[in-house]
């Protein structure tokens, strides 16, 4: 029996909870209570940005904070193949999220206490750096706590998802009510005159350290020494062959013709997701910016603040994750490879944008500009329609592609193809900058029909290309 086997061993004498390691859950909080603290400040991040000096946001405009946007959470995504490299080199996963952990509270802190653009390039700077040692070496701890082949990984991945999404559920609505009602100044007629952007990032802060206690408490308890050291440098008995099923010693070998198809696939399936990420990134920039403006949101007498439908996606990844992990392992859903899951999110993105499409038929408006009267808004059914269908393209897309990446890397470059997962979504941050940047100049209805017709094909491209992509994953689903 080789060391790695014996501390899964160990992983499972502990018991489980609803069928997965008790460990599965100290990460699920984790990763909870990290999205908490990003989704929370991206929800006021376009609105902060874009709001006049008077108020308290930043007075840029719209196109220019779009760019700034992307390039933000761009980067976010590109750190994580230099943190995971270092995690899997240097510190080992456990220190790394430590560390980015830490990091991203002092980012939150400072776009707290400076409320000018210095303080904005900083505390963003401080939460890319943070992002990148945290965000690749928790995901790949979740597929560590599992033997090779385990058919529970995608369930798990599911299940650790609904974590991710239940921080960024809460985080709009609880940020929503401090920035829009508690810490908001309002006139006599009840409309608001300056807003608490700045509380708002302060309670991401105190998410960010609510996780990091968490973690460093229990972590020595329920993962024992899962990522503690890194994993280039194990002993060559804890790593075992690629097929997982040997314990020949691979840690100073090439990598085999097997290992590199794999590892192949997981660049093709990094570049499609570029461009569903794109698209559905749009829900913090043009979207949001859309919605403040031309969606009528009034709910019975009430109209519900912007930042609050932030909240829409993860609510129903949060009542829909659980349907998706039981269907995964139902023995219609082990019949779907992870390429025709993917390429079912792509096509389900674009419909969701059609939605928004039907939105703008509803809006009227007369003038440009500054000048611009708006007659008539877009009934809010359109909107939440359009967050259903990316919410089930996501749950095809990107929990099984967290999942199919620790099945297929070898476990020596583990965190660092994670981080080139995670690639893909620094390309597609800043191209959908750039696409919420021409909404102004070419039209709403436009960039959604693009974005629509464009990801449907794609989707329909890689369902073409499942067969051989399966073959390239030599037995792996």
């Not at 810490?183 to 009840?190: L, M, N, P, Q, S």
């Not at 464009?454 to 499942?466: A, E, N, Q, R």
Request: charged residues 15%; glycine residues 10%.
């Amino acid at each position: 029996m080789t060391k790695s086997n014996d501390l899964i061993d160990r992983i499972e004498a502990q018991g489980t909870f609803l069928g997965h390691p008790k460990g599965l859950y100290l990460l699920f909080f984790t990763e909870m209570w990290e999205r908490f603290s990003y989704y929370g400040m991206r929800a006021i991040l376009m609105l902060y940005m874009t709001k006049l000096w008077m108020e308290n946001g930043l007075n840029i405009e719209g196109a220019t904070a779009s760019l700034i946007y992307g390039y933000f959470t761009g980067f976010v995504y590109l750190t994580p193949i230099i943190g995971g490299w270092i995690a899997d080199n240097y510190l080992g996963q456990r220190k790394s999220i430590t560390i980015g952990g830490i990091t991203m509270f002092v980012g939150q802190l400072v776009l707290f206490s400076i409320n000018t653009h210095l303080g904005l390039a900083l505390g963003l700077f401080l939460l890319i750096l943070g992002n990148g040692m945290f965000k690749p070496n928790i995901s790949t701890m979740v597929g560590q706590l599992y033997r090779p082949n385990d058919d529970r990984r995608d369930s798990a991945f599911s299940i650790f998802y609904m974590g991710i999404n239940l921080g960024a559920l809460l985080a709009p609505i609880v940020i929503a009510l401090l920035t829009d009602n508690i810490f908001a100044t309002k006139g006599a007629d009840g409309q608001i005159i300056s807003y608490g952007y700045k509380y708002g990032f302060l309670a991401a802060a105190i998410g960010m350290a609510i996780g990091q206690l968490l973690f460093n408490w229990l972590s020595a308890k329920y993962l024992l020494e899962i990522g503690v050291e890194p994993g280039a440098k194990k002993k060559p008995e804890v790593i075992s062959q690629s097929d997982n099923t040997s314990t020949k010693p691979t840690v100073k070998q090439p990598l085999t013709h097997e290992e590199k198809q794999r590892i192949t696939v997981i660049f093709i399936l990094t570049f499609f997701v570029i461009f569903f990420w794109a698209g559905f990134e749009q829900a913090g920039s043009s979207m949001t910016l859309y919605t403040d403006k031309y969606i009528d949101r009034h709910l019975f007498g009430w109209e519900i603040p912007t930042a609050i439908f932030q909240s829409v996606n993860p609510l129903f990844i949060v009542l829909l994750g659980p349907i998706f992990a039981w269907f995964w392992n139902s023995k219609y859903g082990a019949k779907l490879t992870t390429p025709v899951k993917m390429s079912l999110g792509m096509i389900l993105l674009g419909v969701g944008f059609l939605f928004m499409l039907f939105a703008t038929f509803g809006v009227k408006t007369s003038g440009t500009g500054s000048s611009e009267v708006i007659s008539q808004k877009a009934a809010l059914i359109w909107l939440v329609m359009t967050y259903f269908f990316h919410t089930i393209g996501e749950l095809c897309l990107s929990p099984v592609g967290l999942s199919v990446v620790t099945k297929l890397a070898p476990l020596k470059l583990a965190s660092m193809l994670m981080g080139v997962w995670m690639l893909s979504s620094f390309v597609a941050n800043i191209m959908g900058g750039y696409i919420a940047m021409y909404v102004e100049k070419l039209g709403a209805a436009t960039i959604f029909v693009s974005i629509a017709i464009f990801v449907i094909s794609l989707g329909l491209l890689m369902l073409l290309l499942t067969s051989r992509l399966s073959k390239m994953m030599h037995g792996v689903k």
